[in-house]
């Protein structure tokens, strides 16, 4: 009688858990400006956006304009980008040029940390909650836009004032 009342009790238990579960996980669609979209074509997601620009990337040419004008003027610096897949950025710049903003000359290294909010729609990103080791204003002008531009290993930033006028230029190299 035990034997049967065994085999009762392991029957049930063994019925109760069933192998797996009962209906296969679904793929889901990546989202952009709150839409699904293909998940099979996901450029111009942001999760896209986010994938091309996670990485380190080594500055390899800089433009600026000194005076906010059309002109602007090749700066010999070096540097380092790295945005990770949260959106957390760091910059670590090393300038001595005269041609660069003061701000960027004081310091042998510049440091940044923040966060890099992207609109994959407009090609944009905008730097929030910037810190540094000197002000990110006289340096980086946080509050402007910049488009940027991934072609193969090549990032290309481009800053631009309240007037729609490009101010910097900054291209860098995927390590």
Not at 22 to 32: D, G, S, V
Not at 143 to 149: I, L, P
Not at 159 to 174: C, D, K, L, M
């Amino acid at each position: 009688m035990c034997g049967v009342v065994a085999i009762g009790v392991v029957t049930t238990i063994a019925a109760a858990c069933a192998p797996g579960p009962l209906n296969p996980p679904r793929n889901a669609a990546p989202i952009t400006s709150g839409r699904a979209i293909n998940p099979d074509s996901s450029s111009g997601s942001l999760e896209a956006a986010r994938r091309q620009l996670t990485g380190t990337w080594d500055l390899v040419a800089l433009e600026y304009s000194p005076q906010g004008n059309d002109t602007r003027v090749p700066v010999q610096a070096s540097g380092r980008l790295i945005y990770d897949e949260f959106g957390n950025l760091s910059i670590d710049a090393r300038t001595t040029d005269p041609a660069a903003p003061v701000a960027a000359r004081e310091k042998s290294v510049l440091a940044f940390k923040g966060r890099a909010v992207i609109d994959p729609a407009k090609s944009e990103l905008k730097l929030m909650d910037l810190t540094g080791n000197v002000d990110p204003n006289e340096v980086l002008s946080p509050e402007r836009r910049r488009k940027y531009a991934i072609d193969g290993a090549t990032l290309t930033l481009s800053s631009f004032n309240e007037s729609g006028q490009v101010t910097a230029i900054s291209t860098w190299h995927r390590q």
